[in-house]
């Protein structure tokens, strides 16, 4: 039984129509088909996989936390400078890295919640990877 890929994330937030918003909207994700669960929730698909699952919670989550074990996960994208110039557009701070060795672009933002995501995209797509704060 070899592994072969991860399937989705799975993050609660006590804010569910802004996560929705949020990965619609930055991300480019769909909301979908989800089953019916007794508890609110929204599933959000990159073409037919659903990646994201948000789960609507009904307490105010703690801040995020240093010791944390999770700390961010990561999507795979292309079009780099089309989805910097998006985030800009969207007043959305973001940093980049090239992973050494790889060459991968990391863009990494934080959801409306605060948490921590990296978008990836191949190393020989081209762009200015100058950090943004959101503000300009």
């Keep these: 039984m070899p592994i072969q890929k991860l399937d ?19 991300l480019g994700l769909k909301k979908g ?13 990159a073409g037919d996989q659903a990646i994201v699952h948000l789960v609507g919670a009904s307490e105010k989550l703690a801040e995020y936390r240093p010791d944390q074990q999770l700390e961010h996960y990561a999507l795979s994208a292309t079009g780099l400078a089309d989805f ?23 863009v990494n933002i934080f ?11 191949p190393a020989d797509e081209e762009a ?6 959101g503000a300009s």
């Design 33 to 45: 088909r989800r089953p019916g669960f007794d508890f609110p929730g929204a599933w959000m698909y």
């Design 111 to 121: 959801d409306p919640d605060g948490n921590h995501l990296h978008i990836d995209f």
């Design 128 to 133: 200015d990877l100058s950090d943004y704060d």
């Design 8 to 26: 989705h994330v799975n993050v609660r937030t006590t804010d569910l129509d802004t996560m929705i918003g949020f990965c619609e909207r930055i």
């Design 84 to 106: 910097l110039a998006h985030l800009r557009a969207e007043k959305v701070a973001y940093y980049c890295r090239v992973l050494p060795d790889f060459g991968i672009r990391q």
